[in-house]
Nanobody
């Protein structure tokens, strides 16, 4: 079993920055991929960014390219650095784990509980 806990969400003005963290515990294998998804009110959950466990491969959605960066540290923590935030980035952000670089919600094995990000205009 894998347990994912997100933190770092909050309220920020447009143009500002936030860094989300995802602490992973349990049976995290070196082959696992980690990712971030988000869900805005009334919308489907969508892919944001992903990486393999070593960080040698990353993917990101077109809507966040150049603004959001996924990374990890030497412990079991994955980050999402979000810069130049826009009101349309407002959503609940979810950490995800899968046995590959995860870019679709159907391939996710484990989800975190989510953290709210609100960007005011």
């Amino acid at each position: 079993q894998v347990h994912l806990v997100e933190s770092g969400g909050g309220l920020v003005q447009a143009g500002g920055s936030l860094r989300l963290s995802c602490a992973a515990s349990g049976r995290i294998f070196s082959s696992y991929g980690m990712g971030w998804f988000r869900q805005a009110p009334g919308k489907e959950r969508e892919f944001v960014a992903a990486m393999n466990w070593r960080g040698s491969t990353t993917r990101s959605a077109d809507s966040v390219k150049g603004r959001f960066t996924i990374s990890r540290d030497n412990a079991n923590t994955v980050y999402l650095q979000m810069n130049s935030l826009k009101p349309e980035d407002t959503a609940i952000y979810y950490c995800a784990a899968a046995r590959a670089v995860v870019t679709t919600k159907q391939s996710v094995d484990y989800w975190g509980q989510g953290t709210q990000v609100t960007v005011s205009s």
